[in-house]
């Protein structure tokens, strides 16, 4: 039905940058909202940030003015942007797919596989 793939994530210093992607595929119409979440050990997962398909953003407190999510509809693809990286970033970071309306139906939700991001001070 869908294929999600996220793009790896890495080790970055403290005050560097990283760019996730997360690329959805397989005859699909339209996807409503996208977003990001992560999970540290020994925490709960939490929101990271949100896009609706008409483009309107939510973060976390804790990530804005330093991350900014963005997407590109016509290729089902979402971005997170981080920069000005602390090491409390460090986490498995999962993309989050909400609605995917395609020619086999309706996916309420889909999460991708995570991908590891840790930063060192």
């Known amino acids: 039905q869908v294929q999600v793939v996220e793009s790896e994530g890495g080790l970055v210093q403290a005050g560097g940058s990283l760019r996730l992607s997360c690329a959805a595929s397989?005859?699909?119409?339209?996807?409503?909202?996208m977003g990001w979440y992560r999970q540290a050990p020994g925490q709960q997962r939490e929101l990271v940030a949100t896009?609706?398909?008409?483009?309107?953003?939510n973060y976390a407190d804790s990530v804005k003015g330093r991350f900014t999510i963005s997407r590109d509809s016509a290729k089902n693809t979402v971005y997170l942007q981080m920069n000005s990286l602390k090491p409390e970033d460090t986490a498995v970071y999962y993309c989050?797919?909400?609605?995917?309306?395609?020619?086999?139906?309706?996916?309420?939700?889909?999460w991708g596989q995570g991908t590891q991001v840790t930063v060192s001070s």
């Open positions: 896009i609706t398909r008409g483009g309107s953003t």
């Open positions: 397989g005859s699909i119409f339209s996807i409503s909202a």
């Open positions: 989050y797919l909400d609605r995917i309306y395609g020619a086999w139906g309706t996916i309420p939700a889909y």
